[in-house]
């Protein structure tokens, strides 16, 4: 069984910066794929950045370019999600996303969700 535990969420002043931790623990082979999501009540889930281990390619929504920081650290099976700039709009639930190498497979996995609320 893998778990995924977000952390780093809060409440900051428009133009600030958080850092949000996922930490994955279980059978874990390696983490292929990690990613943050986001929404807002009323609003399908979105996605804000995925970094992928193979080649390191990292993808970003248009909106966080520039301001969002996607990272990983493979010894400790952590991702973190750099947010610098914060505006209003990015008040959301966050969660983290991994696609996980387990003893038999691959796996998709989610955190419970962490929220991050910016004041204007």
């Known amino acids: 069984q893998v778990q995924l535990v977000e952390s780093g969420g809060g409440l900051v002043q428009a133009g600030g910066s958080l850092r949000l931790s996922c930490a994955a623990s279980g059978n874990i082979f390696g983490i292929n794929r990690i990613g943050w999501y986001r929404q807002t009540p009323g609003k399908r889930r979105e996605l804000v950045a995925t970094n992928s281990r193979i080649g390191g390619v990292t993808n970003y929504a248009g909106p966080v370019k520039g301001r969002f920081t996607i990272s990983r650290d493979n010894a400790k099976n952590t991702g973190y999600l750099q947010m610098n700039s914060l505006k209003a709009e990015d008040t959301a639930v966050y969660y983290c996303?991994?696609?996980?190498?387990?003893?038999?497979?691959?796996?998709?996995?989610w955190g419970q969700g962490t929220q991050v609320t910016i004041s204007s």
């Open positions: 996303y991994a696609r996980v190498s387990v003893g038999i497979g691959v796996g998709d996995y």
